[in-house]
């Protein structure tokens, strides 16, 4: 087997690896830019109709571009709030909702009536599909499921917030998966969000335990 002596194939930390695979010409390696990308696309898209969207990154937006299209979604918060009464939840750059109870913040992709149903929705992207499941047998599967559960509490959560700060209850949660070469769609009910509040909690309550 021959190899590139030019090309590194071991890095000493992530950010090492992101900027050699801005040197292949491959960024969309770079999940955490290729997300911010995606949501922030997404947003101008469900607010004004239209967006941009890098080349490097057009297979991932085509995907939850035609999976939106046929779906009613009226959306409350877009990256940040969008109706006059949800201002105060923006200083200056910054949006968030927060958890006076459970002590924590953040600032969800989307909070939408979606086809009638009120819901959180997460938009991860992806190099592997996600599961709700997961076999012990099959380690190499734990990354999915593993994705999946931190997205659904993060649903969860951002509910709870919503709760607290508006005194309007999320009656679902949706996390949207996009790969470059499909997308995967998974409801959060309510008795899963209950689960997954209750593990978010227990997280949360250590974190300020160890700080």
């Known amino acids: 087997m021959q190899s590139d002596p030019k090309r590194k194939t071991y890095y000493k930390s992530v950010g090492a690896r992101r900027k050699q695979a801005f040197k292949d010409g491959d960024a969309a390696a770079t999940g955490r830019?290729?997300?911010d990308s995606l949501h922030a696309a997404f947003a101008q898209y469900?607010?004004?109709?239209?967006?941009?969207v890098s080349p490097v990154y057009m297979e991932f937006w085509n995907h939850l571009y035609?999976?939106?299209?046929p779906f009613n979604i009226k959306?409350?918060?877009a990256e940040a709030p969008l109706l006059p009464e949800h201002q105060h939840f923006t200083n200056g750059d910054t949006s968030c909702i927060w958890s006076k109870k459970g002590k924590w913040l953040g600032k969800p992709d989307l909070i939408a009536n979606f086809e009638g149903v009120n819901a959180v929705i997460e938009i991860k992207t992806s190099n592997h599909p996600y599961t709700k499941s997961f076999d012990r047998r099959q380690f190499l599967k734990y990354g999915g499921f593993y994705s999946y559960a931190y997205a659904s509490m993060q649903?969860?959560?951002?509910?709870?917030?919503?709760k607290e700060c508006t005194g309007e209850?999320?009656?679902?949660?949706?996390?949207?998966?996009?790969?470059?070469?499909g997308l995967q769609m998974f409801v959060v009910e309510h008795p899963e969000m209950q689960l997954r509040l209750k593990n978010f909690r227990k997280l949360a309550k250590d974190y300020h335990a160890a700080h």
Do not use: K, L
Request: contains cysteine.
């Open 33 to 35: 830019h290729r997300g």
């Open 155 to 162: 649903t969860a959560a951002y509910s709870q917030c919503w």
């Open 169 to 181: 209850t999320i009656d679902a949660g949706i996390v949207i998966n996009v790969m470059r070469d």
């Open 46 to 52: 469900i607010t004004t109709g239209e967006c941009d």
């Open 66 to 69: 035609q999976f939106i299209i």
């Open 75 to 77: 959306p409350v918060w």
